[in-house]
């Protein structure tokens, strides 16, 4: 069972920063590729930021220019550095794994609260 944890959420001022941070379980080239989702309240789950295997990236155009995707292979772990924050940018933040074949893996979500 791949577990996926995330931290680094929590309360910011608009145009205030903040990096997530998602670690997993398993080695990361065991993964085609992960992302970052959202979900704010009464709305469905959004893709914010994917990074393939083969490092190509791809942001939600309400995203491009202000977050970042990244990753570190040796410590198993995802980050999204999230800058220029808005109000609209609150909601819960998943961490997704996916390894192909249906075998996808969410963390448990880190809250985001962009407000003054």
């Known amino acids: 069972q791949v577990q996926l944890v995330e931290s680094g959420g929590g309360l910011v001022q608009p145009g205030g920063s903040l990096r997530l941070t998602c670690t997993a379980s398993?080695?990361?080239?065991?993964?085609?590729?992960m992302g970052w989702y959202r979900q704010a309240p009464g709305k469905q789950r959004e893709l914010v930021a994917l990074l393939t295997r083969n490092d190509n990236t791809n942001y939600a155009d309400s995203v491009k220019g202000r977050f970042t995707i990244s990753r570190d292979s040796a410590k198993n772990t995802l980050y999204l550095q999230m800058n220029s924050l808005k109000p609209e940018d609150t909601a819960v933040y998943y961490c997704?794994?996916?390894?192909?074949?249906?075998?996808?893996?969410w963390g448990q979500g880190t809250q985001v609260t962009v407000s003054s």
């Open positions: 997704n794994g996916d390894r192909g074949f249906g075998r996808n893996s």
């Open positions: 398993t080695n990361m080239r065991n993964f085609f590729g």
